[in-house]
C-alpha cells in the first residue's frame, strides 16, 4: 500500500526584520513572568539575543528593561539600579508568599488602626535597614531557588541582608474587610535600592503593628532612567507593521538612562575601541558610558588608577 501523500506546508510568512540594538521598556502585564514577557520579545524582535534587568513577579506589573543585541551588555548595570514602585499593603491578613498568591495564614482584625498609627513602623523600615527576604524569593540555597525548595516541602530561612529603602509613604488608607473581619489597605510609594522586597516591606510593617501583612498590588514605575513615560505594552509592541522593526531606544540613550556619560575626543575614542585606557581626570568612580564625538556608545568604562578602563567595548576598532 503505498503511503498517503503529505500536505504541502503553507508557504511561512515574512520575517520581520531584526531589531536593531538597544534597549525595550516594556510595560509588564499582570499574569506574565519576567521569562515570558523576553519570549514574546524575542518573536516580536526577530532575534534570540534578549534579556531583562532585574525579574518582576507574575502578579507585579510596570517598568521591565528588556536589553536587545548588545544591549544585553549593559543589563548588568541597570539590574543594581535603583527602583520606585507603587504598591498597596493589607494589614491584618498574612499569607505564606507575603503577596496576594500566598495562601492565607492569618487574618487578625485591624479596623482600630489609623493613619497615625503606621508613621512609627513605617519610619522604622526606611533607609539602611536589614530585610529577611521572602522565603519564596529566587535567591538560591545551596544552588537551590528558595522558592522551589519551599514547593518541595522544604522549610526556608533566609539570612537578612542590607538593604536601602529611600522613600516609603504612604499615600493613602482605606478599611476594607475580609471575611467579615475589619483590614486595612495602605497605598504606598517606595524607593529603595537592588535587592529590597516590597512584599518583604508589607509583611514587616503587618509585623510591626501585630496584625500581619501582605502585598495585595504592585508596579513598578522606574528603573535607573527608564519610567513608565518610556515603556510600551506587549500590545503596541506587535501593532507594530510585520514588514517594520519594532522601534527599541539606541545603545547611546540607553546607556545614559543608566549610567553617567563621559563624552570622548576623537582620540580617546580610537584609543577606547582598541581597548586601551584614557585619562581619567574628573571622572568619579564607578562605570561610566564613554560617548564619541558623533554621539555613539564606544564602551563602558571604569576608573583604574589615573585612567579609565573599558569594562565592555561596544565600538570597537575594525
Known sequence: MSRPERAARPPAGPRRPTADDGVLVVDKPAGWTSHDVVARV?????TRKVGHAGTLDPMATGVLVIGVGRATRL??????????????VRLGVATTTDDAEGETVVVHDASGLTRDDLAAPVAALTGDIQQVPSSVSAIKVDGQRAYARVRSGEDVELAARPVHVARLDVLDVRPATVDGVGVLDVDVAVTCSSGTYVRAL????????GVGGHL??????????YGLADARTLDALAATPEDRAVAVLPLADAARAALPARELDEADARALSYGQGVDATGAPDG??????PDGSLVAV?????PRLRPVVVFSPAS
Not at 524575542?42 to 526577530?46: D, K, M, V
Not at 562605570?287 to 564619541?292: F, I, K, Q, S, V
Open 216 to 225: 495585595t498590588a504592585l508596579r513598578r514605575t522606574r528603573v535607573a532612567g
Open 287 to 292: 562605570p561610566l558610558a564613554a560617548l564619541g
Open 75 to 88: 543589563l548588568t548595570y541597570v539590574t543594581g539600579a535603583d527602583k520606585d514602585y507603587t504598591a498597596t
Open 301 to 305: 568604562v571604569e576608573r583604574r588608577g
Open 202 to 209: 508589607a509583611r514587616d510593617l503587618g509585623a510591626a503593628l
Open 42 to 46: 524575542r518573536r516580536l524582535a526577530s
